[in-house]
């Protein structure tokens, strides 16, 4: 199994900054995608930013120029550096580990942490 700590999220100003970051935790070998979701009441969860284990990543519209997702496969930790805050990034953020191959051979899928909150204020 997977476990995974997010930290990292808080209140800040518009045009402020905050980074995230999620360890993954368990006998893990590889996790192939990491990423970012965020989810504000009575919406979907949407995707924020996922990078895969090679380094290749993938934007939400409304973040590019602003987010930069990033990992340390060794420690298997992702995180996120949010600069240029807008109000309508305030939602509660969450982690997600997918496509993860175990030290024994097997593999699982799907893994999400806890959540977050990012506030912005205008």
């Known amino acids: 199994q997977v476990q995974l700590v997010e930290s990292g999220g808080g209140l800040v100003q518009a045009g402020g900054s905050l980074r995230l970051s999620c360890a993954a935790s368990?006998?893990?070998?590889?996790?192939?995608?990491m990423g970012w979701y965020r989810q504000v009441p009575g919406k979907q969860r949407e995707l924020v930013a996922d990078?895969?284990?090679?380094?290749?990543?993938n934007y939400a519209d409304s973040v590019k120029g602003r987010f930069t997702i990033s990992r340390d496969n060794a420690k298997n930790t992702v995180y996120l550096q949010m600069n240029s805050l807008k109000p309508e990034d305030t939602a509660v953020y969450y982690c997600?580990?997918?496509?993860?191959?175990?030290?024994?051979?097997?593999?699982?899928?799907?893994?999400w942490g806890q959540g977050t909150q990012v506030t912005v204020s205008s």
């Open positions: 997600n580990a997918d496509q993860v191959l175990f030290y024994d051979g097997s593999h699982s899928a799907d893994y």
């Open positions: 990078i895969t284990s090679g380094g290749s990543t």
């Open positions: 368990g006998r893990i070998l590889i996790i192939n995608a």
